[in-house]
């Protein structure tokens, strides 16, 4: 019996000692993970308000791209190295934050906001221009002043306007709609002149077309190689096929106080603008103008292969004319005027006109695109993805030219 006893309190010092020291050693342990926990939480903030810091310096000044090195905080540090070459036309933010033993990194991807963020923008509307029945924009649109509707036109994503008037029907907005916002319309002359000079810098058969007169080009790919024809005016016989590697090296083909007629497919990337020069000339049917002769498509359809990697961009300084129906545009659309159909068009029955893209527009008039229930067109407004993240090369942007968060890294 003694020694029962005598094990039985043996057995049971042990056990206090094997589940005291557990115990104990369960008690540092939590105690360092709660260290290491505050120092990874401190060198995560410190981090994160490093890439804030710098967001808002390139907010308040695009051109900042100083950085920031070993600013003290909370008992840490952060720097802030800033990257503009590992992504083309975006800027790279990487903000290191040290607290103690541990270090943490916050990479934040910023993008130049471009009106091809929006499926259509229009700067102003006119009050007796609506939005119908049969109409549908596939994508993001802003309408500074009123966007009137009638019937029941369907938009898919997010809609903008100054203010909302439905004068009959029920519009369906998919994404929800906010009135009361305005966005300024840009200044197009920058991008034209941009395009304009990257025409210039070709050695290529055509630089820039100067005025007076018309430069009609006619784009076809075969074997995935863009090929062009041209002419001086609607009677003219074509050119003979020039590769556009050829005819427009880097692609930018510009037409300065003339008209500007297009069609066809082609493969690549395309930057085209009708402008005036001075900029103060007034835009008219001649000066300035662009028309779209029939199809202007890509070779390989981003709605089908969205990894395609053609693109085009147009700027004119006047209205962009549409002269057929139906009709399938893609691209990057911009009139610094108004996108509006051939008179002869308006009063036809109705026809599509699909853009993959995007569209911008100063001005919609009643009469862009005919009046009541046997106007000319329905919209079918398809946005392009990639345009968010990707515009055309030298197309407009904001005025502020402000940067996009496309993705934040913690």
Partial sequence: MGRSAIYLVMGMTFIFLFFGRTMNDSGTEAFENAILYYEYTQSYNIADAGANLACNQIFLDRNWRTGFSHVVMNDGEFSVDVDTTTYADKVLLTSTGIFQ?????????????SFSKFAMYSGNVSSAAKMRAGDTIDGPIHVNGELATQGNPVFTERATMGE???????????????????????AYTTSADAIEAAANADAGTLNTFTGPGELWLKFSVSGGVTKVQYKYNVSAVWSAEVLLSTFAPSGNIAVVNGELHVEGTFSGQVSLTSKVSPSSTTPSATVG???IEDDLRYYTDPLITPTSTDMLGLVSAGNI?????????????????????ESSLRNNSIEQV????SLISKEINSTDFGTGTSKGANFYMKYDSRLENTPPNNFPFPTTNSFEVLSWFE
């Fill in 101 to 113: 033993q541990d270090t943490h990194i916050v990479r934040v991807l910023l993008s130049p906001s």
């Fill in 164 to 186: 909302l008037k439905t004068a009959s029907g029920s519009p369906t907005f998919m994404g929800g709609y906010q009135e009361g916002v305005n966005i300024d319309f840009p």
């Fill in 289 to 291: 103008a662009t028309y």
């Fill in 321 to 341: 004319e549409i002269r057929e129906l139906p009709i399938r545009m893609d691209g990057a659309f911009f009139t610094n005027e108004n996108a509006t159909l």
């Fill in 354 to 357: 699909k853009i993959v893209g």
